[in-house]
């Protein structure tokens, strides 16, 4: 190969040199590297996006204002659609329904707020109670007695046209702070 | 780079830089080698966008549809990496062929580069099986019909035929073993087997070393390094693929047909344009020939394709000089191509059924329409004739409100009020629209 192309030898064989060299050098580069960046920034974004996506939370019909007598904590029982990836589920779920003196309903989770066991209302001392550790909390969800950290936790609820309407979550149990899972 | 250093200090990699680099071109680097290393890219390509599409598909009936759904459309890029996916398993057959055809041309397949050729011949297979196994996956109507249709083809084969086809679809029907053997083979067997002749290719390339030009001339021109200006080619080529099929993958949509559905018959699935050529083959094959299209003719072609470097003895590698090897691969490409134009523009004639169309078609039939209304001269004559009701007839909202109550629209009517449910009515005019003079 002749000189001003830059050819040189290598075992036998030409191989440019120099700056033709370098020039096929970066062009490899520079192919190599928007390939790369072509696909890890969109494979990062496949992989992640999911895992932090937040589960979309629906109100929930969970039954008549009628049902909730004042005074007098109510469970009430509904069925709530799951999102689980590709997948669909039906789940029963519970919540305590409190009559206000308003006509207002507080809607508490059915989780005790230590460890997340359910708990029940004790219609004579007029309390919820925790089976698992003892827990007592009042008709108001205050700490009576017991381990739990913090009252029970409200979930966010409505009236329309005589439905109760409640959003289910769930709350991290063992911290003073409510922290939503 | 000091991190090589550190490396080369300990692992003495300079020599397995050389060997790798500094293999001799003969008659130096060219655009028409880079054919191989497109190859070998989408094939990389096709591992990686094929292990994310793993990260969230679910190989089974119940699901496998939902979750390929899933991945177009709440997975940020899903739909970008499942295209990438599809349009890079037609890229990969196109770089095969091609590569392919370059070796046959330049005679790359003469001694002593004839097992290179016949390992190539299996590699180019085994993407076949790629194909074939990948396009149940989605469990779409698409996907489901397509392989029903293949896999009776196998079952065609005299003797072995039923035996081959059960043991491939897993048992009796196709169904969830037929999925789940189609997903492990596709994302487990083919590409052990794959890596390992790839591996095997390209270490039979490094032994007898690349074919070069067919002319003594060129080849005298003296060898040039495989780095750096064939890596550079091979990577300018990698790029531009990358970037046709980043284009494809984001331009064209490639939606889901609905969700498979055994009991549909009337579905017309179409096959990939690969296999489109032996599709086309088929519909001129029937009766008792019917096996030779479906297994002697690709057994034939595959055994030629596999025995060819033993088959043209014929020395020479330049094309004037090999007209019975060129003769013969010319008349082989004209008709695949031709096959393939072919299917192509009967697809295309075809105006592709809308399937509300087809499930109103059978409503029709199941009520009994037909008793008292005539289309294209089958049927009774009581009512009025249906041939052209699309076009004397074009409203929707007329066909919905008849159906619920004839005579609500055409008072003195007789036809009575069928008991449709609101899917049934929507079909049924779907139906009736469809039915015009110029479809």
């Known amino acids: 190969m002749s000189e001003h192309q830059g050819g040189g030898e290598e075992g036998g064989a030409h191989t440019p040199v120099g700056t033709r060299r370098t020039f096929f050098g970066w062009v490899t580069k520079v192919a190599a590297g928007l390939i790369g960046l072509g696909l890890a920034i969109p494979l990062a974004g496949y992989v992640i996006s999911p895992a932090l996506k937040r589960r979309a939370r629906p109100w929930v019909d969970v039954g008549s204002l009628e049902d909730v007598p004042f005074g007098d904590p109510k469970q009430l029982d509904h069925v709530t659609t799951i999102q689980d990836g590709y997948l669909k589920s039906q789940s029963q779920k519970a919540v305590w329904a409190v009559k206000q003196p308003d006509g207002q309903v507080r809607v508490f989770s059915p989780m005790c707020t230590h460890l997340g066991c359910g708990y029940r209302w004790d219609g004579e001392e007029k309390q919820f109670k925790c089976p698992c550790h003892g827990s007592v909390f009042d008709i108001e969800g205050k700490v009576v007695a017991g381990p739990a950290p913090r009252p029970l936790d409200l979930l966010p609820s409505k009236i329309e046209n005589g439905r109760l309407l409640v959003v289910f979550k769930e709350f991290k149990p063992g911290t003073g702070d409510v922290v939503e899972l | 780079m000091r991190i090589y250093q550190w490396l080369d200090s300990r692992l003495n990699l300079k020599p397995v830089e050389q060997t790798l680099l500094d293999e001799p071109i003969p008659g130096g680097a060219s655009w028409i080698y880079v054919f191989g290393s497109a190859t070998l890219f989408l094939f990389l390509l096709q591992a990686v966008t094929g292990m994310f599409l793993a990260l969230y598909y679910a190989p089974t009936p119940d699901h496998a549809y939902d979750s390929i759904q899933f991945i177009e459309e709440q997975v940020t890029f899903g739909a970008f990496v499942r295209g990438l996916h599809h349009w890079g398993a037609s890229a990969m057959v196109v770089a095969i062929g091609l590569h392919m055809l370059q070796a046959f041309l330049y005679g790359a397949y003469k001694p002593p580069r004839e097992v290179m ?215 082989f490409l004209v008709v695949v191509l031709s096959l393939l134009g072919l299917s192509v523009r009967n697809l295309y004639a075809v105006p592709r059924i809308d399937p509300a169309v087809a499930r109103g078609k059978a409503l029709y039939a199941g009520f009994g329409c037909a008793g008292c209304h005539r289309i294209h001269g089958a049927g009774g004559a009581v009512a009025p004739d249906l041939s052209f009701i699309g076009d004397t007839r074009p409203e929707q909202a007329w066909h919905l409100k008849h159906f619920k109550d004839p005579q609500s629209v055409s008072p003195g009517s007789f036809m009575p009020k069928f008991p449709l449910t609101d899917p049934q009515l929507n079909e049924l005019t779907s139906y009736m629209l469809s039915l015009k003079k110029t479809p």
Do not use: C
Request: aromatic share 14%; net charge neutral.
């Open chain 2, 117 to 331: 050729w016949m390992v190539g011949v299996v590699l180019f297979l085994l993407v076949m099986a790629f194909a074939f196994t990948g396009y149940l996956l989605p469990w779409d109507q698409t996907a489901y019909w397509a392989t029903q249709i293949g896999l009776n083809m196998v079952g065609t084969v005299p003797v072995v035929g039923e035996f081959l086809m059960r043991v491939m679809r897993g048992g009796e029907v196709l169904g969830a073993l037929t999925l789940s053997r189609f997903f492990a083979v596709h994302v487990l067997f083919l590409p052990a087997l794959l890596v390992g002749l790839i591996a095997a290719h390209l270490f039979i390339l490094r032994r007898v070393g690349p074919a070069g030009p067919w002319t003594d001339a060129r080849a005298s021109l003296g060898s040039e390094t495989f780095y750096p200006r064939q890596v550079y080619m091979d990577a300018v080529v990698m790029l531009v693929v990358f970037a046709v099929i980043s284009a494809l993958a984001l331009l064209v949509p490639f939606p889901l047909t609905d969700k498979a559905d055994p009991s549909d018959t009337s579905f017309v699935p179409v096959p990939e344009w690969y296999f489109l050529f032996y599709y086309e083959l088929l519909k001129y094959v029937h009766g008792p020939l019917e096996p030779l299209a479906t297994w002697i003719l690709p057994m034939g072609v595959i055994l030629i394709m596999l025995l060819w470097p033993f088959i043209d003895r014929n020395p020479a590698r330049n094309p004037i000089r090999r007209p019975v090897a060129l003769g013969a691969g010319v008349v």
